[in-house]
Nanobody, 129 residues
Framework: QVQLVESGGGLVQAGGSVRLSCAPS?????????MAWFRQAPGKERDFVAA????????EYADSVKGRFTISRDNAKNTAYLQMNSVKPEDTAVYYC?????????????????????WGQGTQVTVSS
């Protein structure tokens, strides 16, 4: 079972930027798997943010973050990233990294949490106005 660890969250002012990172713990590799980011605000459901295929040639974004957030990956470093620019107070949430280990190298990019079988513990991002 792949275990993921997120980092990079914290407090950021509205209009600022923050970059989240996601890497597996232990001796596991994520280079063959789709990676995704979801977020969950207090009292709300976990929402899709962005996803990237194993090769990086396919990405998908939630409408609410298009043009502001960028998902990327560096398979040589075994890490995925979420660059968050022009953040807004409504971006405040716990951000979760997830991966789909069941469809390796198929390039599927699915904006639904049920498509992912391994998750991190989450990292808090708080945007102050």
């Amino acid at each position: 079972q792949v275990q993921l660890v997120e980092s990079g969250g914290g407090l950021v002012q509205a209009g600022g930027s923050v970059r989240l990172s996601c890497a597996p713990s232990g001796r596991t590799f994520i280079s063959d798997y789709t990676m995704a980011w979801f977020r969950q605000a207090p009292g709300k459901e976990r929402d899709f943010v962005a996803a990237i295929s194993w090769s990086g040639d396919r990405t998908e974004y939630a409408d609410s973050v298009k043009g502001r957030f960028t998902i990327s990956r560096d398979n040589a470093k075994n890490t995925a990233y979420l660059q968050m620019n022009s953040v807004k107070p409504e971006d405040t949430a716990v951000y979760y990294c997830a991966t789909d280990t069941l469809t390796a190298r198929l390039g599927l990019v699915v904006p639904l949490p049920d498509a992912y079988d391994a998750w991190g513990q989450g990292t808090q991002v708080t945007v102050s106005s």
